[in-house]
């Protein structure tokens, strides 16, 4: 998987020095790119988890809209922090966990509808419309409140 994102956002979003720190597994003062591309692949799979269940696309995408990339970022900062809290914790950083949560907030604005994926990703499967006019009740499918299976 390639991920959405690239080491060097992550770089951007930590730091080179704290990516070092935080990936450097065999001690020898170079972040390995192993550990760094797994916390690309895993953030990326947290993201599709959440987008799998709203909207009809196939995963993983293959041109990442910006929002994706940078909830998926938000997943790998709570990663590698996970990884070694002890550099967390020596940086006064927010606990990895703190970082999660932020992640999966933004995620659940996809989730819920109130952000969403640029429009070549489709209509969120959540998303209809319940209509009501001065006698019955119409559930409709349409986002727009207009598709009713033509009796409307």
């Known amino acids: 998987m390639a991920g959405y994102y690239a080491r060097v956002d992550l770089e951007n979003a930590l730091g080179r020095q704290t990516i070092k720190a ?13 550990p760094i591309q797994a916390n690309i692949d895993n953030a990326s799979t947290e993201v599709d988890a959440v987008l799998a269940g709203t909207y009809s ?5 293959a041109i990442v809209p910006s929002v994706v990339k940078y909830a998926a970022l938000d997943f790998g900062v709570a990663l590698a922090y ?4 002890d550099v967390a ?37 959540n998303v209809g419309s319940v209509v009501v006019d001065d006698s019955n009740r119409i559930i409709t499918t349409g986002a727009d409140g207009q598709d009713n299976g033509g009796a409307f």
């Not at 935080?22 to 192993?34: I, K, N, P, V």
């Not at 996970?82 to 809290?85: A, N, S, W």
């Not at 659940?108 to 429009?119: D, G, H, K, N, T």
């Open 22 to 34: 935080l990936f450097d597994d065999d001690g020898d003062s170079q972040a390995d790119e192993a």
């Open 57 to 61: 696309i196939a995963l993983p995408l």
């Open 82 to 85: 996970r990884r070694r809290p």
């Open 89 to 125: 914790e020596a940086m006064n950083a927010k606990s990895w966990s703190d970082h999660r949560e932020a992640a999966l907030k933004k995620l659940e604005s996809f989730a819920s509808a109130f952000m969403r994926l640029p429009p070549s990703a489709g209509t969120p499967t």
